[in-house]
């Protein structure tokens, strides 16, 4: 009897509980959703871009891969597995991460959109090939890094609008109207780029990895990767030689690498070849509490590319 909790005491700890599960269901569940948004997955930072610009307020976007990690190589825990469970639109590029596409494979059902059917994608060897030389034959696979190429992330953004309002229907209108907004930034960013990188002394740029291939393929620059289309390649050393020669063939000033991989070898065959190094984002992830966004991160790749290569606007 002395134990009995009092009527008031009773109403006390009930409304703890449904405080708490009210702050359980806004903000703490495997989603993190709220209930009254749609509730997407994206596999990694450009598709979350897209997502959200052309979701804007009416969805809730949930990242796979976190700030500052590389996202080729991402592992999937268990709650990033349910929030795939639980999303209903689930935006990924097969191919690039391995783990997603199993996982969407098991999970994804008809909830997931593999954005490279939206484009077509171009094989490896897109870019730089010199006559008698090997480049990318390591990676049989296509390229995946497609939202370097504006005008083809626009074209995303249309089918993920689809894809939106699909799920949505009462926000079809607003999803396609947000895309062509989409769109029309990504011309005005895609003329930048065609206006700063229109005479320039070189086209050739050396990367860290393979990623520049739909940069590349747009503005007529040469890709001279040291790794392939994934940055754990290990580069041998016959391919360190060979980009070295390359790099001094084409005088380049600047070798480039990116920002969630280590600059190493890069550094190396700059310091081989007496040119700089200077950050290229292949915006495959946002840095930790960056402000940055696509947009951002993209024009300050063409400032650094426009005096690599000698541009004059
Ligand atoms: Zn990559």
Same mark, same amino acid.
């Given at each position: 009897?002395?134990?009995?909790?009092?009527?008031? $005491?009773?109403?006390?700890?009930?409304?703890?509980?449904?405080?708490?599960?009210?702050?359980?269901?806004?903000?703490?569940?495997?989603?993190?959703?709220?209930?009254?948004?749609?509730?997407?997955? $994206?596999?990694?930072? *450009?598709?979350?871009?897209?997502?959200?610009?052309?979701?804007?307020?009416?969805?809730?976007?949930?990242?796979?891969?976190?700030?500052?990690?590389? *996202?080729?190589?991402?592992?999937?825990?268990?709650?990033?597995?349910?929030?795939?469970?639980?999303?209903?639109? #689930?935006?990924?590029?097969?191919?690039?991460?391995?783990?997603?596409?199993?996982?969407?494979?098991?999970?994804?059902?008809?909830?997931?959109?593999? #954005?490279?059917?939206? #484009?077509?994608?171009?094989?490896?060897?897109?870019?730089?090939?010199?006559?008698?030389?090997?480049?990318?034959?390591?990676?049989?696979?296509?390229?995946?890094?497609?939202?370097?190429?504006?005008?083809?992330?626009?074209?995303?953004?249309?089918?993920?609008?689809?894809?939106?309002?699909?799920?949505? *229907?009462?926000?079809?209108?607003?999803?396609?109207?947000?895309?062509?907004?989409?769109?029309?930034?990504?011309?005005?960013?895609?003329?930048?780029?065609?206006?700063?990188?229109?005479?320039? &002394?070189?086209? &050739?740029?050396?990367?860290?990895?393979?990623?520049?291939?739909?940069?590349?393929?747009?503005?007529?620059?040469?890709?001279?990767?040291?790794?392939?289309?994934?940055?754990?390649?290990?580069?041998?050393?016959?391919?360190?030689?060979? #980009?070295? $020669? &390359?790099?001094?063939?084409?005088?380049?000033?600047?070798?480039?690498?990116?920002?969630?991989?280590?600059?190493?070898?890069?550094?190396?065959?700059?310091?081989?070849?007496?040119?700089?190094?200077?950050?290229?984002? *292949?915006?495959?992830?946002?840095?930790?509490?960056?402000?940055?966004?696509?947009?951002?991160?993209?024009?300050?790749?063409? $400032?650094?590319?426009?005096?690599?290569?000698?541009?004059?606007?």
């Amino acid at each position: 009897m002395r134990n009995r909790p009092t009527p008031r $005491a009773v109403v006390a700890a009930a409304t703890a509980a449904i405080a708490i599960g009210a702050l359980t269901a806004c903000g703490d569940d495997a989603s993190g959703a709220a209930p009254d948004k749609l509730n997407v997955v $994206a596999a990694f930072y *450009p598709l979350q871009f897209v997502a959200e610009k052309v979701g804007g307020d009416a969805v809730h976007v949930n990242n796979l891969a976190k700030p500052g990690a590389e *996202p080729h190589d991402l592992e999937l825990n268990a709650s990033q597995v349910a929030q795939i469970v639980d999303a209903k639109v #689930v935006l990924y590029l097969k191919g690039f991460q391995p783990a997603v596409d199993e996982a969407v494979e098991q999970q994804g059902g008809d909830r997931a959109f593999d #954005v490279s059917t939206a #484009v077509p994608l171009l094989g490896p060897s897109a870019g730089h090939s010199h006559e008698g030389e090997e480049h990318e034959e390591e990676s049989g696979g296509k390229d995946p890094h497609v939202w370097l190429d504006p005008t083809r992330l626009a074209t995303i953004g249309e089918k993920v609008a689809e894809r939106l309002g699909q799920a949505d *229907p009462d926000h079809a209108a607003d999803y396609t109207a947000r895309a062509a907004a989409l769109r029309s930034d990504l011309d005005t960013l895609d003329k930048e780029y065609a206006a700063g990188l229109k005479t320039c &002394e070189r086209r &050739e740029i050396v990367t860290s990895h393979a990623a520049f291939g739909y940069l590349a393929d747009r503005y007529d620059l040469e890709q001279i990767g040291i790794t392939g289309l994934t940055p754990e390649d290990e580069p041998s050393p016959r391919r360190l030689a060979d #980009v070295a $020669a &390359e790099a001094r063939e084409h005088k380049a000033t600047t070798i480039f690498f990116e920002t969630l991989v280590s600059p190493k070898v890069a550094e190396t065959i700059a310091s081989e070849v007496g040119a700089k190094t200077a950050v290229l984002d *292949p915006i495959e992830g946002l840095q930790p509490d960056s402000s940055d966004d696509y947009f951002s991160v993209m024009r300050k790749n063409l $400032a650094v590319l426009e005096p690599a290569l000698g541009c004059t606007a």
